[in-house]
């Protein structure tokens, strides 16, 4: 039987992801996948890995190059792909935040007339908008959103906290969260019946090492 495919992120969740996979039975203790190569078939792994863009892990699953993949909830809520959750791997936590400039309070902000949000995450802000019930414009952008308010672009961002550095230098601060976001395993809605046994196996496997931390 073919190996699995394994999406895995690029950027931040990667190395993570390889501390996890080499804890499992039967991956090598490291892998070098510090390349520019983004597809490893060595015989030494026991999957077929693709290295993809983390906002692109879950498409490759959903369209089925990858069987299972990697990526992160913040990720799976904004481009809402056709893929099955299997496990919440624990690493990459970070929280979907919405936040303001510090000398803004939770009242002065929802009492606004008009507000504009900057973001990376359009499809996540406008959901949370309509459920609070807020009229405002969204911009969108591609990264170092906390310059949006600084630079009186935006009246807040909605983004994803980790640490709360990059918040604190820019004199920000939450003023709502609105989701928690880690790492997930997914599947292909179609591996996951064609190839139950091996993706079965896959997460057994992946479970007892989360559980062993
Ligand atoms: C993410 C996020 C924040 C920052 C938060 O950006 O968009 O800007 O990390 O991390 P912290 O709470 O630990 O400071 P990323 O580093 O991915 O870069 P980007 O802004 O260019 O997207």
């Not at 892998?31 to 983004?38: A, E, G, I, P």
């Not at 089925?64 to 913040?74: F, L, N, Y």
């Not at 990720?75 to 919440?88: A, F, K, T």
Request: a neutral charge; charged letters at 25%; glycine letters at 6%.
């Amino acid at each position: 039987m073919d190996k699995l495919t394994l999406s895995i992120p690029t950027g931040r969740l990667k190395e993570e992801v390889l501390e996890l996979l080499a804890r499992m039975p039967g991956w090598p203790a490291s892998c070098n996948l510090n390349t520019r190569k983004l597809v490893f078939e060595d015989e030494c792994l026991p999957c077929r890995i693709i290295l993809s863009h983390p906002k692109d892990s879950s498409t490759y699953v959903e369209f089925g190059a990858a069987d299972i993949g990697i990526v992160g909830k913040d990720i799976l809520m904004e481009r809402e792909n056709e893929v099955y959750e299997l496990l919440d791997l624990g690493i990459g936590k970070c929280q979907m935040i919405i936040a303001v400039p510090l000398s803004v309070s939770h009242h002065v902000f929802f009492n606004k007339d008009h507000l504009r949000i900057a973001t990376k995450y359009p499809h996540i802000t406008r959901q949370y908008l309509q459920e609070k019930g807020i009229t405002a414009d969204i911009l969108s952008l591609y990264g170092s959103i906390e310059l949006a308010p600084t630079l009186g672009l935006a009246d807040a961002i909605v983004d994803i906290v980790s640490t709360g550095k990059t918040l604190r230098e820019n004199h920000l601060q939450v003023l709502e969260s609105i989701a928690p976001v880690s790492a997930r395993l997914v599947a292909n809605l179609i591996s996951i019946r064609t190839r139950m046994d091996a993706i079965r196996h896959f997460v057994q496997q992946l479970k007892g090492v989360i559980r062993n931390e």
